[in-house]
């Protein structure tokens, strides 16, 4: 029964937790194996202190039960070795390939490239994982060539700024890490994505503890056909990032994911968000573009939104097709909904997609719900057969 001086603020009671004095083997070893974890430190030290069998732990008066059972001896979750967990996350992998190939990884924190799916893992400590305390990028690979990987540095080197995330290395390191892991990779089409991290240490919500800034890239393959058929988009009720958030790509992409769902529950491809003035700003990992009808191409300007890489192709693209006389004008400014719901073309353009016609947001047709002859049409040879 707790006193009245501890019904708030319950002491810790004690339990006795008994350990066989002959310890199995795989117990042995995950002593040995956890000399680098604390968290595991701290609840097997009788363990590593070798001859102790009686153990007591600490438990809140709260607890209904004892976190283990003074009386049974068995562990229903393994203990395994580093081997068994590598064997096990190996066979993880195979049961569930999915759509997507990973065809290597790099990791500064184990400095090299593995092309073993198995041990593509990062430290559960990175201030990135548990934190979120990280930027990443993505670049497309086409027939084995990095497409825009300088627009992509840039970016990925401006994010880390923004996040206050030191570098590992130079630009240049970077830049041959990252050519280096698609050249092992032997990957004709797919992605490169790569992570900045202020790295391992603790788990404090300071990043003090972490001295090992990371860089993390891993190449993903992706057969699936160049696909140009027109999708339909809606308009998202989860709120756009901040601008200080938006325009950096950090890893917080909760609400770009929420959207993503959000889309999908609407049997469409994406949400677009409206910026906090109600003017259009962006797709959930892609930028929006319209062609008036007066055959302008008009973008959201980057300054609340990600400027996106893709983007910025089509804008010099745009201008070819300017002195082709296929377009009048191109144009980046604010664009209200009306304007862009009643423009003659509305396409998604990022790396993932490169550009993508919309027929329909929400339920207006967008022109004429056709992506035949048009300035998207041009975009697509131009990415292409670039
Ligand atoms: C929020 C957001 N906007 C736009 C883009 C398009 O950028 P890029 O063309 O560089 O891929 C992305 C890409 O992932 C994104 O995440």
Redesign the pocket.
């Known amino acids: 029964m707790a006193s009245s001086s501890t019904a708030f603020l319950p002491k810790p009671t004690w339990q006795h937790w008994r350990i066989p004095s002959s310890l199995p083997d795989h117990l042995h070893n995950s002593c040995l194996l956890s000399r680098n974890l604390s968290f595991w430190r701290l609840g097997f030290q009788c363990l590593q202190r070798g001859s102790i069998t009686e153990q007591m732990i600490v438990r809140s008066s709260h607890q209904a039960e004892a976190l283990v059972d003074s009386t049974a001896q068995t562990f229903d979750v393994p203990i395994l070795t580093c081997s068994e967990v590598i064997e096990r996350l190996r066979t993880n992998r195979e049961k569930h390939k999915g759509k997507q190939q990973f065809l290597a990884m790099y990791s500064s924190i184990f400095g090299g490239i593995t092309t073993d799916p198995a041990a593509m893992v990062i430290p559960m400590d990175d201030h990135m994982v548990h934190r979120g305390h990280g930027v990443f990028d ?1 670049a497309a690979i086409m027939d084995g060539h990095l497409y825009e990987l300088d627009q ?1 540095l840039d ?1 990925i080197l401006r994010s880390a700024s923004m996040a206050k995330i030191n570098l590992p290395f130079d630009r240049e390191s970077i830049r041959r890490i990252l050519m280096q892991t698609v050249s092992a990779s032997k990957c004709q089409k797919g992605s490169l994505r790569y992570w900045l991290s202020v790295g391992p240490g603790d788990f404090q919500l300071s990043p003090s503890g972490c001295h090992q800034p990371a860089l993390y890239a891993i190449v993903i393959q992706d057969q699936s056909p160049f696909d140009s058929k027109g999708i339909k988009v809606v308009t998202s009720s989860v709120p756009i990032k901040h601008p200080q958030f ?1 325009t950096m ?1 950090s890893v917080n992409y909760l609400p ?1 994911v929420l959207s993503k769902m959000e889309a999908e529950e609407n049997g469409a491809f994406a949400a677009i968000w409206l910026d906090y003035d109600g003017f259009i700003a ?6 929006v573009a319209f062609v008036t009808k007066d055959k302008e191409l008009l973008m959201p300007h980057f300054d609340k ?2 400027s ?4 910025k192709r089509v804008l010099t693209l745009a201008e070819v097709l300017v002195r082709e006389g296929k377009l009048h004008g191109v144009k980046m400014g604010n664009v209200t909904v009306e304007k862009g719901k009643k423009a003659d073309e509305m396409m998604l ?4 997609i490169l550009v993508r016609p919309v027929v329909q947001w929400d339920d207006q047709i967008i022109g004429n719900g056709e992506t035949f002859s048009t300035i998207y049409a041009s975009f697509k040879m131009k990415f292409i057969w670039k």
């Open positions: 993505t992509h970016r938006a790509k770009n962006e797709g959930p990992n892609m930028n939104i990600l996106g890489c893709t983007a353009i990022g790396s993932g």
